[in-house]
Antibody
Framework: QQQLQESGPGLVKPSETLSLTCTVSGDSISTINYFWGWIRQPPGKGLEWIGS???????NYSPSLQSRVTISLDTSKNQFSLKLRSVTAADTAVYYCARHVIAAPRGGVDRWGQGTLVTVSS | DILMTQSPSTLSASVGDRITITCRASQTINRWLAWYQQKPGKAPKLLVYKASILENGVPSRFSGSGSGTEFTLTISSLQPDDFATYYC?????????FGPGTKVDIK
């Protein structure tokens, strides 16, 4: 069964860049059936969709984060990554990597990483 | 952007109760809606996709319905394992958005 695992620093200084990587195991990410995405959840709050990437490298981002976000793919390592620039305390959250099913008739996010807490603080 | 709302924000119920959570979209999303259950400290779990199709392994006491802009998630007989927070998510466009969540707690 396919698994996703986030990795990256748990502490980032304000104004710096948050960088996370998701390693996918159990199957190739070079498939037409899924988007690969990032979702975050500030402590005690709801889920916020950040963006996603397709196997061909095409991306979609939340309009509220678009100016600061880049999601990229490394098919040789079966990984995808998130960069969020110019972070503030408001970016403190648990960050999940996720697999969005796009192959009909299925849909939704059917695989999630365990989540990693990233704290923005000096 | 497609905005999602949920009601109620909190629902207090007892084991055995039938409960319904409503999710509304700011514009039509056809049936491109998913429901998730999340427990504290855990990643969300997919329950329903395409508004009414149960994910494999999800108990039949869960059901989803709706289309267009209004959707519901119903639990026919609440079980102890069901006390959690529930989120809807639209995937009509390639910009996905979540609802704010509904916390189901013990009355």
């Amino acid at each position: 069964q396919q698994q996703l695992q986030e990795s990256g620093p748990g502490l980032v200084k304000p104004s710096e860049t948050l960088s996370l990587t998701c390693t996918v195991s159990g199957d190739s990410i070079s498939t037409i059936n899924y988007f690969w995405g990032w979702i975050r959840q500030p402590p005690g709050k709801g889920l916020e969709w950040i963006g996603s990437i397709y196997y061909d490298g095409s991306t979609n981002y939340s309009p509220s984060l678009q100016s600061r976000v880049t999601i990229s793919l490394d098919t040789s390592k079966n990984q995808f990554s998130l960069k969020l620039r110019s972070v503030t305390a408001a970016d403190t959250a648990v960050y999940y990597c996720a697999r969005h099913v796009i192959a009909a008739p299925r849909g939704g996010v059917d695989r999630w990483g365990q989540g990693t807490l990233v704290t923005v603080s000096s | 952007d497609i905005l999602m709302t949920q009601s109620p924000s909190t629902l207090s119920a007892s084991v055995g109760d039938r409960i319904t959570i409503t999710c509304r979209a700011s514009q039509t999303i056809n049936r491109w809606l998913a429901w998730y259950q999340q427990k504290p400290g855990k990643a969300p779990k997919l329950l329903v996709y395409k508004a009414s199709i149960l994910e494999n392994g999800v108990p039949s006491r869960f059901s989803g319905s709706g289309s267009g802009t209004e959707f519901t998630l119903t639990i026919s007989s609440l079980q102890p394992d069901d006390f959690a927070t529930y989120y809807c998510q639209q995937y009509n466009s390639n910009i996905y958005t979540f609802g704010p969540g509904t916390k189901v707690d013990i009355k």
